[in-house]
């Protein structure tokens, strides 16, 4: 039997080791460099589907010119929907449990670095590297940015066990399989500009290549009258493009930011995704932000809700995927936080920094409308 951590106990575990390294229990050596821990919490909840996901961040210095990273997260999925495997719909929780480490290393005006993440669920492991490149030039005025990585995914049906485990298909040369690969190839590039003392701009352009297995194993759609298993194209490319606007008013230490998102595929997806976010200063030890997100997409070419009997053209690829639909959404965020000053907290904790974000995602589609919930402890030490 396979030992499972509740995320209470996750949380807690990642709450004492922070406390630990930290010296509450005791004393710390002589400092040697500085780092920070986080304790983050996230709760998700729609209609028929509720996400907690307990994370702990850590960032350390790495001799000079160095910095290492890692972090370590449990999502606990509990779910009605029928089409993740359970059977009459009846509720079920999944876990998912991702670990990754990073390091980045600075060379004069540039900075290399390189990432790993590995993450396991019953039916779905993932495997990634990823490394990036960054300039900053003009003393610091332009940063440009260039990466990229690679995902090694494998995608199976074992959430559904015993007799009612679904074959997979993983393409046209392998009709009956037990898991199939999935794999990403992905490139990215950016760049900000500082254009006055208060202002800053940015681009960046994010392009990936999906091979392999890319339908839900579980879920079908509707054929005439009947039920037939998902099937995607086991090929797409995304493409996405951002802009981002950054301006500090100074007299009222406010901060206003305006970004806008276009994204499209192969699969004929279209979306666009404007926002604007306002951070609003409270002095030195309190910020506040309230952010605005609309989001509208259209609909992949072969996704319809319900598809016509005996009509080869129509039912070569079909789908039950509400994301490939088109829809739109609003989000509405509010976040404040606070550093441990503000509570007359001294020594390693007046750097202790306190945050919650409360969102409310109106969703055109038949998920429903969302609640999200995230409250985070960031810990500076030394070491």
């Known amino acids: ?62 001799g000079t010119h160095g910095v290492a990273t890692g972090h370590f997260l449990v999502d606990a999925i509990t779910s009605a929907s029928a089409s993740s495997g359970a059977a009459d719909a009846k509720p079920f929780t999944e876990k998912r449990y991702e670990a990754g480490l990073g390091y980045a290393h600075e060379l004069g005006v540039f900075t290399l670095a390189g990432d ?76 900000s500009q500082i254009v006055s003392r208060n202002a800053v701009l940015g681009v960046s352009v994010d392009v990936s290549t999906l091979r392999g297995l890319q339908s839900n194993p579980y879920r079908q759609a509707i054929v005439g009258e009947s039920l037939v298993p998902e099937r995607h194209p086991t090929e797409r490319t995304r493409e996405a493009f ?70 080869p053209a129509m039912t070569q690829y079909v789908s039950d995927d509400v994301k490939l639909s088109d829809f739109t959404g609003h989000t509405f965020e509010a976040k404040l936080g606070v550093l441990g000053e503000a509570f007359d907290l001294g020594g390693r904790w007046a750097g202790a920094r306190f945050e919650g974000i409360l969102e409310y995602v109106i969703q055109h589609n038949r998920f429903g409308n969302a609640v999200i919930a995230h409250v985070a402890l960031t810990l500076p030490f030394d070491y």
């Not at 590297?129 to 690679?150: H, M, P, S």
């Not at 926002?275 to 319809?304: C, L, N, W």
Request: with cysteine.
């Open 1 to 62: 039997m396979r030992l499972q951590l509740a995320p209470s106990t996750v949380f807690v575990l990642g709450v004492l080791g922070v406390l630990g390294v930290l010296g509450v229990f005791g004393p710390v050596p002589p400092a040697r460099g500085d780092g920070t821990l986080a304790v983050r919490g996230v709760y998700y909840k729609e209609r028929a589907t509720r996400v907690m996901q307990p994370m702990l961040d850590a960032m350390f210095d790495a």
């Open 116 to 191: 790993a993440k590995y993450s396991t669920e019953s039916d779905y492991v993932s495997r990634y590297l990823g490394a990036r490149a960054q300039a900053e030039l003009g003393q610091k005025n332009t940063v440009l940015g260039l990466g990229g990585g690679i995902s090694l995914d494998t995608v199976s049906a074992a959430a559904a066990q015993g007799p009612s485990m679904p074959t997979l298909r993983c393409d046209a040369a392998h009709p009956v399989a037990t898991s199939c690969p999935l794999d990403v190839y992905s490139l990215f590039a950016s760049a």
């Open 242 to 311: 951002a802009a981002s606007a950054r301006y500090y008013i100074a007299p009222t230490g406010t901060t206003l930011i305006g970004a806008y998102r276009y994204y499209r595929d192969s699969w004929q997806v279209h979306a666009h995704t404007p926002e604007i976010r306002i951070v609003q200063e409270a002095g030195y030890d309190v910020d506040a932000s309230v952010r605005y997100r609309y989001y509208t997409q259209d609909g992949a070419y072969f996704y319809h809700a319900r598809y016509p009997p005996d009509d």
